[in-house]
């Protein structure tokens, strides 16, 4: 079914359900199993700008089935600015919750297990989707745990759609406004408790979310795209001084894997005309780009 995703109308289409957020170093997940009405709750923990997973907790809401596994980090470090926001902590072999030990495993270890726990097409819809998604799909591309997974939402624009108006549509501020009695604990399981309560105030919320759904197989290409970029994009910097190429251009030329030296070469074994076959598709207003650059490398 994954592979068959980019075609598939995500409107007509209802696959399970993963809503997940970032939450500060956290992301939350729920999940709802369709076929025997089961809802499930998922946290991902990230410590720090790494995105090493920490934790990963589930609920099931009609079962009040649960999941948990804590992680050691990257590094068997944990930075301290994440430990004071979710009081986890790494010393020597051990985690600690609040200055208590509890078990950890490794990322491999827990990422199998919540593969094995979830079923076949779950969907993960996220709060901010394009950054949750990056993220904790690359980790889970890693290890091979991401197969059931069918595609990401996001819950961002539903929530704006419902609360017009607001100045702030993080997760803790949501709660704070529409659910006053509610205590960020800055914990996973505490963190799904407080965006499943968030959801039940939004009427059909599933059938919302899958307006904003999109597949897997996009994520894999945007994070492709951002790696091309990285590596890619200070080659066009002397192009860029001469003003033939606009910072946009060079970052679009970037993520499709094209850098300088790919124009260069283009201009030396084709002209312009060689030149144009790189450009079309990716910048528009190629022709008259393709005969600039062809001018910049005839001097």
Not at 112 to 129: E, G, K, R, Y
Not at 196 to 217: G, H, Q, R, Y
Request: glycine fraction near 4%; aromatic fraction near 10%; hydrophobic fraction near 40%.
């Amino acid at each position: 079914m994954r592979n068959n995703t980019r075609s598939i109308e995500w409107q007509h289409f209802f696959p399970s359900f993963y809503l997940f957020t970032l939450f500060l170093s956290s992301i939350e997940y729920i999940y709802k199993k369709v076929s025997h009405t089961m809802y499930e709750l998922i946290n991902i923990h990230f410590s720090g700008t790494d995105s090493s997973i920490i934790q990963i907790s589930a609920k099931n809401i009609s079962t009040n089935d649960n999941f948990n596994r804590f992680v050691v980090p990257d590094g068997g470090n944990i930075p301290k600015e994440v430990s004071k926001l979710t009081g986890l902590e790494f010393h020597g072999y051990t985690m600690y919750q609040n200055l208590i030990p509890v078990k950890s495993v490794s990322l491999q270890k827990a990422l199998q297990d919540f593969t094995s726990w979830i079923p076949v097409s779950a969907m993960l819809v996220a709060h901010n989707a394009k950054f949750d998604a990056r993220a904790s799909l690359e980790k889970m591309k890693m290890e091979n745990c991401f197969e059931k997974i069918v595609g990401f939402g996001d819950s961002l624009p539903m929530f704006k759609t419902e609360y017009p108006g607001r100045s702030c549509y993080k997760l803790e501020a949501l709660s704070k406004d529409l659910l006053p009695d509610s205590y960020v604990a800055h914990n996973a399981e505490d963190d799904v408790a407080m965006l499943s309560n968030l959801l039940e105030l939004i009427p059909n919320f599933l059938d919302k979310i899958k307006i904003t759904a999109f597949t897997v197989e996009t994520v894999l290409i945007n994070n492709q795209r951002l790696r091309n970029k990285k590596r890619n994009l200070s080659s066009f910097d002397k192009l860029r001084n001469a003003k033939i190429l606009s910072k946009c251009q060079c970052e679009n030329l970037s993520g499709h894997g094209i850098n300088e030296h790919h124009l260069e070469v283009a201009y030396t074994r084709g002209g312009v005309d060689a030149i144009l076959v790189l450009l079309k598709g990716k910048l528009t207003k190629a022709d008259s780009i393709a005969a600039n650059l062809f001018t910049f490398y005839s001097k």
